[in-house]
């Protein structure tokens, strides 16, 4: 009885401090990275993974990942609203050096071979990106918001989102 409520307690306590990490990362969070963390509205935590609303105009995502060597590095996703939402990525080590910046394409959404008027259509292109709280997973969307009814129709047979996995190093496309 005395093991299992040790290691009950010490699975609780494992919990709390990975929770508690989080937190301490984006407060360590240099001000050369993010403004204004002190005003933050958090809007999720989880053992890995924040999302917080820094401003009305900037809400941003913070997510633990195990690295191929085993390390952990924090990707961080900004997205700005303006008024369509337009993120960036970035991945960091745990000291808050860029390890990679990945960006995304109209091409890494939509298939022009297969709707060659949508890269038309779309393009210039603001596209947002989301972290998944309960996986290491990002899903990417390319908005419409500049588009006529008649064109939105156009398109209606395209997928306009993608989801991309966390390999250990960058975000690849599921298939």
């Known amino acids: 009885m005395y093991k299992i409520l040790l290691f009950s307690l010490s699975l609780a306590f494992a ?61 961080l996703v900004k997205t700005y609203k303006s008024p369509e939402e337009h993120s960036t990525l970035i991945i960091y080590s745990k000291n808050w050096n860029v390890i990679h910046k990945q960006d995304f394409s109209l091409e890494d959404i939509v298939d022009s071979v297969k709707c060659p008027r949508a890269n038309m259509l779309l393009n210039p292109s603001l596209i947002s990106a989301h972290l998944s709280p309960s996986s290491d997973t990002l899903t990417i969307r390319v908005s419409d918001f500049m588009l006529t009814d008649e064109e939105k129709k156009e398109l209606e047979d395209i997928t306009l989102y993608k989801t991309f996995t966390w390999n250990g190093k960058v975000f690849s496309k599921v298939e």
């Open 15 to 75: 919990v709390v401090s990975a929770k508690a990490d989080i937190k301490s990362d984006f407060m360590s969070m240099p001000d050369t990275i993010l403004v204004n963390k002190a005003k933050a509205n958090i809007i999720k935590d989880t053992a890995d993974y924040l999302q917080a609303e820094i401003s009305s105009a900037l809400t941003i995502e913070m997510k633990k990942l195990r690295q191929e060597n085993g390390d952990s590095c924090i990707c």
